[in-house]
């Protein structure tokens, strides 16, 4: 599906700026339709056989296409600004005047500036983002201190299943500790945690990290993959914790 807007913002510069005053895109740029994104299932061999085991799935990032159609004809000076405007080393900001509280961090991979087109009026460029989907903002949960069991409820206002981005806590007391997602059944488990062990669950990038009273990095669990990862839905997200320490949540969504 393709659509039209009348400018992109990229890298906080207007494409008006640059006589562009019309701009299609596509690959799923859809303001209110959900993004499926192309995934890869990572998975664990098991030892002494040929069965493999489900471990996570990896979400690629989201790629697009945009035709820029040009007002007025290009001068070669012109062709140049555009050129070093899209042509960034690092991700920048993007979005579109048909969706304009939709931000991305988008890098150009493929920028076709040939003579042939820009002297038709028009030019191409395909972007890639640094996730999935759009932007959105990071939020952070209050501090939980737990000597227990408690119920919690965050709420996602995302239109997508979002990963929790990392959980950070100290264990007060030797003590087991978990969350389950009552919401969708994954979840996190963690055994024999000793006082004073301070940790942080990067659940986006599938990493433990923690550290005992000394401040010497410890094991927090070798066998990573018995872990499904805690993975927000859009609305109420009510979850079980389990456990004796301080943490928090962080994670993408929109403030509600």
């Given at each position: 599906?393709?659509?039209?807007?009348?400018?992109?913002?990229?890298?906080?510069?207007?494409?008006?700026?640059?006589?562009?005053?019309?701009?299609?895109?596509?690959?799923?740029?859809?303001?209110?339709?959900?993004?499926?994104?192309?995934?890869?299932?990572?998975?664990?061999?098991?030892?002494?056989?040929?069965?493999?085991?489900?471990?996570?799935?990896?979400?690629?990032?989201?790629?697009?296409?945009?035709?820029?159609?040009?007002?007025?004809?290009?001068?070669?000076?012109?062709?140049?600004?555009?050129?070093?405007?899209?042509?960034?080393?690092?991700?920048?900001?993007m979005?579109?005047?048909?969706?304009?509280?939709?931000?991305?961090?988008?890098?150009?991979?493929?920028?076709?500036?040939?003579?042939?087109?820009?002297?038709?009026?028009y030019?191409?460029?395909?972007?890639?983002?640094?996730?999935?989907?759009?932007?959105?903002?990071?939020?952070m949960?209050?501090?939980?201190?737990?000597?227990?069991?408690?119920?919690?409820?965050?709420?996602?206002?995302?239109?997508?299943?979002?990963?929790i981005?990392?959980?950070?806590?100290?264990?007060?007391?030797?003590?087991?500790?978990?969350?389950?997602?009552?919401?969708?059944?994954?979840?996190?488990?963690?055994?024999?945690?000793?006082?004073?062990?301070?940790?942080?669950?990067?659940?986006?990038?599938?990493?433990?990290?923690?550290?005992?009273?000394?401040?010497?990095?410890?094991?927090?669990?070798?066998?990573?993959?018995?872990?499904?990862?805690?993975?927000?839905?859009?609305?109420n997200?009510?979850?079980?914790?389990?456990?004796?320490?301080?943490?928090?949540?962080?994670?993408?969504?929109?403030?509600?």
């Amino acid at each position: 599906m393709r659509k039209n807007a009348l400018w992109v913002e990229f890298d906080g510069r207007s494409s008006m700026g640059f006589d562009v005053y019309q701009v299609n895109f596509e690959n799923g740029l859809m303001q209110t339709e959900t993004i499926i994104p192309d995934r890869s299932i990572n998975k664990v061999q098991r030892q002494n056989s040929s069965v493999v085991d489900f471990y996570s799935v990896t979400n690629s990032p989201l790629t697009f296409s945009v035709i820029f159609y040009c007002d007025k004809e290009l001068t070669e000076e012109r062709k140049v600004e555009i050129i070093k405007w899209l042509n960034k080393s690092t991700y920048r900001t993007m979005r579109f005047e048909t969706m304009p509280d939709n931000y991305y961090y988008a890098i150009a991979t493929k920028i076709d500036v040939t003579h042939d087109t820009m002297e038709k009026g028009y030019f191409t460029a395909e972007f890639e983002c640094n996730s999935p989907y759009a932007y959105t903002e990071v939020l952070m949960s209050d501090e939980y201190t737990i000597t227990d069991k408690i119920e919690v409820d965050i709420v996602s206002n995302s239109v997508f299943e979002t990963p929790i981005i990392k959980i950070i806590g100290t264990i007060n007391e030797d003590s087991d500790f978990s969350i389950k997602s009552q919401t969708n059944d994954t979840e996190l488990n963690f055994t024999e945690l000793k006082a004073g062990t301070k940790f942080t669950i990067d659940c986006l990038n599938h990493n433990i990290y923690a550290w005992d009273a000394d401040g010497k990095e410890i094991l927090l669990q070798g066998n990573k993959q018995s872990h499904s990862w805690l993975v927000f839905e859009p609305g109420n997200n009510h979850l079980w914790c389990d456990g004796k320490c301080d943490f928090q949540i962080f994670w993408q969504g929109n403030r509600v």
